[in-house]
């Protein structure tokens, strides 16, 4: 009777795995591997919420993957490793993807549908992507405990953050600013700087306008001021210039012109019969006034407006060496601050003009600049106009262009903690390298964290304000905020809009309303080692034991996304860092090494590899590729059929060969040393294999360790069978024992690769 299962010569690799799949399940291997390890050491891996807005893709079964690889490894060692995953269930993604489905174009169409109708949609859109999510999960072949799973929308979730803003209150690092931030008009919200950040840039064509300030005491006599933003000249308060650049006067035209002197030749290129009359000392032209442009803010003359001052951004790269300021940008509205002149904003959520400039009023921003050139043209201001491209933020979400306007946000004071953040990111051991710098220059670069989103599907912000006083009570639990209202919650509370806006209280005179905003979602995803286990109200001894996290991966975008703000709040919130090692993926591109776009089609979908070529085939070519390295990689059917003929099929071959030896010779698994030379080759081979592949991944160098397989596989198809088949063959017990024993480790030092 044959001991071996016959293989067949072509196998379904598919239906193998499925079997695989279908014997887990059936016999609750999971729980039984779970039991086994209870009472072992821990081993600690942090899964970040995954966005639940749409369906699984490739950048998920390369983080899937390497989130698995590590909890077997580690299972496999004898530790014990909670398999959690958690849902990021809020903020404008989801919200945005309701939107779509809705037809709605701005945050005005959710008003008028209803707050708490539409946030029912959001759960709703957020639930129906669960399953699949789960389902893809699976047929990669991981492992997950789906009884223990965190919901960012679940209420003991937001308690735990709520909990967490009250903390950095009380250590000093949240206030309410008044800043220019990034703001997209599309979704009428701001942007923290990781947030623009992950959106990128895109080129857009804006008009540059050369603009003449007359001086007041110089009639005649003009700066010229440069900018791609004309929609800003209507709130023109200051001019700026350079303390070290050479500037001049020019005659040209009858009039006088001033401007830096390495600008000339690019200012004035179609302009021939100028002439350069003289330098003009930079310093005898500080505290000069000129007129204003538009008599919007004339009175701001009496604050100390429309001078020429100093200013260190000032440069002669583009345009004229001398800047215009208005409240818009972030370096015009700290120097106009620090000079005590009020700001303003006259652009709207949706980024038209408001009423404040009348002229322009209800025209959108950009639409406007045609209509401002035009005026100022007719008024003797416009020296010259042209097209120039240039590249600006987008939001990462609509994928339109940002603007950037003076808001109100709560901010966490990122720069208090920067010497500390510093000192703990350089304990932290992050592959490859250059991620580790990357990481270490964006907290060297980080400024405080816009926290305030002007939207409806996320954690409301617990901050209530006394109408009267402005008095600010910050609730750190469900329990304060019963004790502060005197009404009781209830087991089933939603903390959500608008059903937490409808709890107020009278005190001091007034009644405390909470403040509208919701808060940044990255700060939803970067609570989860606390939050998950509704610490501190309960599960303390868990969360103590799973702070910080031996393990953590994800693409490179996260960096300074879902690293950054846990970093952030977990040296903030317990003076250390929530991690201790992290890999950092690289992005998969498709064949042509262009980025995968499901509108483009130029990729094929998930679940047809999974039908054509198997997970375990998909699992190896990520793990072998260049992306576990943080550099980019391309995927093809043609990469997959050519690891499965030189890789899978000598594996699958070697295993075949041997099944059909052992049969014929009745072969018996014996303890037995080997003797023949080349037996001992084989199996200080494997000891080689073994020694590297448990190498890289103590090193979390997932690539050096992967690509130690198909060499092995080779040696020992090439080398060792074809070099041993009259042995086998004749039922050489040796031979069949070492070539078993061969098969046997193989697979075993292989499971967490490709289970």
């Known amino acids: 009777m044959a001991q071996f299962k016959e293989v067949e010569i072509n196998p379904n690799y598919i239906l193998l795995e499925k079997n695989i799949l279908d014997l887990w399940k059936t016999n609750n291997i999971f729980d039984l591997v779970k039991d086994q390890a209870k009472n072992s050491p821990k081993y600690v891996y942090y899964d970040g919420p995954i966005t639940a807005n749409g369906d699984p893709h490739y950048g998920h079964a390369l983080t899937w993957t390497m989130k698995d690889l590590f909890p077997r490894y580690y299972t496999m060692k004898g530790f014990l490793v909670e398999r959690n995953i958690g849902w990021d269930c809020q903020g404008i993604l989801v919200e945005y993807e309701v939107e779509k489905k809705l037809g709605f174009k701005h945050k005005s169409d959710v008003e008028k549908m209803g707050v708490d109708k539409f946030n029912q949609e959001c759960r709703n859109s957020v639930l129906s992507y669960r399953g699949k999510m789960v389902e893809y999960e699976t047929r990669l072949g991981r492992w997950i405990d789906h009884t223990k799973e965190y919901s960012t929308m679940d209420a003991n979730y937001i308690e735990s953050v709520w909990w967490a803003i009250k903390k950095l209150h009380e250590k000093g690092l949240l206030y309410e600013g008044h800043k220019v931030v990034a703001y997209s008009t599309r979704s009428g919200m701001t942007l923290s ?3 623009v950040a992950d959106g990128g840039y895109s080129e857009v064509v ?15 006599t003009y700066l010229l001021g440069w900018t791609t933003t004309p929609w800003t000249l209507p709130g023109n308060l200051m001019l700026a210039i350079g303390k070290k650049i050479e500037y001049v006067k020019v005659e040209y035209g009858g009039k006088f012109y001033i401007l830096a002197r390495d600008r000339i030749s690019e200012v004035f290129k179609e302009k021939s019969d100028y002439k350069i009359l003289s330098i003009v000392i930079s310093g005898a032209l500080i505290g000069m006034e000129y007129k204003p442009l538009f008599g919007y803010y004339k009175n701001k003359r009496d604050q100390g407006a429309f001078k020429i001052i100093y200013a260190d951004h000032v440069n002669v790269e583009e345009g004229t060496g001398v800047v215009h300021l208005a409240p818009y940008g972030q370096e015009d509205f700290d120097i106009l601050m620090k000079l005590g002149i009020s700001v303003f904003d006259y652009i709207s959520e949706t980024g038209e003009f408001t009423s404040d400039i009348p002229e322009y009023e209800g025209q959108f921003y950009k639409k406007a600049n045609k209509n401002i050139i ?8 416009l020296f010259d106009v042209a097209s120039y491209p240039h590249q600006m933020p987008i939001d990462y979400r609509t994928k339109e262009p940002l603007i950037y306007k003076p808001i109100t946000s709560w901010y966490v004071g990122v720069g208090a903690i920067k010497e500390k953040l510093l000192s703990e990111a350089k304990s932290v051991h992050i592959v490859p390298d250059a991620g580790k710098a990357r990481f270490v220059n964006w907290i060297e670069n980080a400024r405080d964290w816009s926290l305030s989103r002007r939207r409806f599907w996320g954690t409301p912000l617990p901050i209530w304000v006394n109408d009267k006083t402005k008095d600010i009570k910050i609730v750190g639990s469900f329990k304060e905020l019963e004790e502060l209202s005197g009404k009781k919650l209830g087991a089933n509370f939603d903390p959500h809009k608008p059903s937490v806006d409808e709890i107020t209280w009278e005190e001091k005179g007034g009644t405390y309303r909470r403040v509208s905003e919701v808060i940044d979602v990255w700060f939803d995803s970067g609570s989860m080692p606390y939050a998950r286990y509704h610490y501190p109200f309960e599960n303390t001894d868990l969360f103590n034991l799973a702070y910080p996290a031996d393990y953590i991966s994800e693409s490179d975008d996260q960096i300074r996304l879902w690293f950054y703000t846990m970093f952030v709040l977990g040296v903030a919130l317990f003076d250390k860092s929530p991690f201790k090692n992290v890999i950092v993926t690289g992005m998969l591109g498709d064949e042509d090494g262009k980025k995968m776009s499901k509108s483009k089609g130029n990729y094929p979908p998930i679940e047809e590899v999974f039908e054509k070529y198997g997970s375990d085939m ?6 072998t590729s260049p992306l576990t390295k943080m550099e980019p990689a391309r995927f093809s059917y043609k990469i997959l059929l050519e690891t499965q003929k030189e890789f899978f099929t ?7 060969y041997f099944v059909t030896y052992a049969n014929l010779n009745d072969f018996k698994v014996s303890n037995e040393a080997p003797k023949s030379v080349l037996d001992i080759w084989i199996y200080a081979r494997f000891s080689q294999l073994v020694s590297g592949v448990t190498k890289g991944i103590d090193e979390y160098d997932v690539m050096s360790a992967s690509k130690l397989f198909a060499p092995f596989v080779m040696d020992l198809s090439t080398w060792y069978i074809r070099r041993s088949r009259d042995r086998i063959s004749s039922g050489d017990k040796f031979a069949l024992n070492t070539l078993y024993n061969m098969l046997v480790g193989f697979s075993k030092i292989i499971a967490p690769f490709m289970p």
Do not use: C, K, Q
Not at 374 to 381: M, P, T
Not at 618 to 623: C, G, K, S, V
Not at 650 to 656: F, I, V
């Open 193 to 195: 700087t990781h947030e």
């Open 206 to 220: 804006d008009p540059a306008v050369t603009i003449m300030f007359e001086l007041v005491d110089e009639p005649n």
């Open 374 to 381: 035009s005026d100022l043209e007719n008024a003797g201001n």
């Open 618 to 623: 998909l699992r190896y070519f990520l793990l």
């Open 650 to 656: 000598t594996l699958w071959n070697s295993y075949r």
